[in-house]
């Protein structure tokens, strides 16, 4: 049986994934129960107000290892990452955030007994030469940008410590993630979060990849359920540890646009590329997920429709809305 989590630590709390994984984590634990950490504070303060907040560097083990021993932490929920885009732009911060960071969390665990470790993955692992269609959960992992680079090295650290030391660590391969709450973060896939708040706060977007662009995504409550379901599963189901593939949907963002056209009347969207292209037409355009959702019983929720269907509500409700 699968020991519970009962004091958690989130790293990267104020990112896109890490904001939104703190709030659910809290509702399902108790909100002293888990304790918010990232390098800045939270902007809305939601983090420090509302349950345990505390600044740390994952660059700084010893900063890390202060938060796990004063709390008595038991789980950790590594989110702290330099995304795709931004990866390409400071390559050498990303391959130290990353990979560095990764490792100072992996042998705190290690040393200090940790329950279970969280190491998310990402598509970025995947590069030209991975079948496309969709991409298999085992297959060639040669990506063509830092941040995929420092992925792959993160699925076999985790997966080293699985092996080498009995460290309970578990990861996804995270799609684009599409989310209301939190603004774009750097990441090659963040259009399909741009058009978003373009659409309802303009009327008009322009796209840094072209419109027939296909690229697996997944809403946001989607991600936040399948990173808890994953934690909470029994170990002795699961076969793989730090890899597992997850799907959600996939779509162009030309379908996209005209998904959202249907709600917002007017809206147009034009297409500009940019250097952001090629890291897009590296990854896969879908992904078989079936390790997860045998291992696990993963399944997601949304589709393109319902999800942007409330996409716009949420975003609607937050902001001042274009109107034709």
Known sequence: MTKRMNRILVTGAAGQIGSELTTALRERYGTQNVVASDLRTPQDQEHSDDGPFELVDVLDKEQIALVVDRYNIDAIFHMAAILSAVGEERPQLAWAINT????????????????????????????????????????????????????????????????????????????????????PGGGTTDYAVAIFYAAVQHGHYTSYVHEGTVLPMMYMPDCINATIKLMEADQVRLEHHCDFNLAGMSFSIGKLAREIAKHIPGFTCDYEPDSRQ?????????????????????????????????????????HRAYTA
């Open 100 to 183: 560095s960071g990764l490792y100072n969390v992996l042998e705190l665990a290690r040393e200090r007994g940790l329950t279970r470790v969280f190491s998310p993955s990402s598509i970025a692992v995947f590069g030209p030469n991975t079948p496309k269609d969709p991409a298999p959960q085992d297959t060639s992992l040669k990506p063509t940008t830092m941040y995929g680079v420092t992925k792959v090295a993160g699925e076999l650290l985790g997966d080293y410590y699985v092996h080498r030391f009995g460290l309970d660590v578990r990861g996804v391969r995270y799609p684009g993630i599409i989310s209301s709450k939190t603004p």
């Open 278 to 318: 090629k890291i897009a037409d590296s990854w896969p355009r879908t992904i078989d997920d079936t390790a997860a959702r045998k291992e696990w019983e993963w399944k997601p929720t949304y589709d393109l429709a319902s999800m942007t269907q409330n996409m716009i509500e949420q975003l609607q409700s937050q």
